[in-house]
């Protein structure tokens, strides 16, 4: 009896990855254009021409400059935090005090280019921890604003801002709240004066340097 030999298996193809469809890359989204005003390059228009002007608010005879317009400007907003940095380059400044509620926002932004701290000036009654604080007199009654008692370390030199400047009222007391406090006093920032109130004059009879970068006169 022939035995027979055993058939070799045809060897079988091996089966090739399925190749992975290629993802599709995303459409980069078109950076937004600077504001352009009137048809004038958004480059070109100066600060004031950003700020509303609002007639009869809060009551009547009143004018009130409105910055929000500027704030969502891109453009507009980066050069007005530039513009406030840029005289201190360079200069010791520990931290940002901004004023409640408008000094918060661009405080924030200026305690950010310089790479220092922020500290909130608020209200009666608005922090959680222990405060210190300074009643000042208004147009009619009084009102009060103070800072976390840890907020400065005393030497500290600390820059002021807020949106606007007229009678000074504010200003005054946060300089003088942050002085208790110990903190020496570096300068004052804002957007707005009003020079016929005469805030600017008061801050700086205090020895303190006062920036702005607009001015409404007649207010």
């Not at 009654?141 to 606007?164: F, N």
């Amino acid at each position: 009896m022939v035995a027979k030999k055993p058939t070799k298996k045809a060897p079988v193809a091996k089966k090739k990855p399925a190749a992975k469809s290629a993802k599709a890359k995303p459409v980069p989204r078109p950076r937004p254009r600077p504001v352009a005003h009137a048809g004038i390059p958004a480059s070109l228009v100066p600060l004031k021409a950003r700020i509303r002007s609002i007639h009869g608010y809060p009551k009547p005879g009143i004018i009130f400059r409105d910055i929000t317009t500027l704030l969502q400007d891109a453009f507009g907003f980066r050069k007005l935090v530039d513009d406030l940095v840029q005289p201190h380059a360079g200069s010791r400044i520990d931290a940002v005090a901004g004023i409640e509620a408008r000094g918060f926002i661009i405080g924030g932004a200026v305690a950010h280019q310089l790479s220092v701290g922020f500290i909130p000036v608020r209200k009666n009654g608005k922090l959680p921890w222990e405060t210190i604080g300074v009643d000042y007199e208004l147009e009619y009654g009084r009102d009060r604003i103070e800072i976390h008692k840890d907020a400065i370390t005393k030497g500290q030199s600390v820059l002021l801002v807020d949106d606007l400047i007229a009678t000074g009222g504010t200003a005054i007391a946060a300089i003088q709240l942050l002085r208790q406090a110990g903190a020496n006093i570096v300068g004052c920032s804002f957007v707005i004066d009003l020079p016929d109130l005469g805030g600017r004059k008061r801050i700086e009879k205090m020895g303190v340097n006062v920036q702005t970068l607009v001015e409404f006169e007649g207010e």
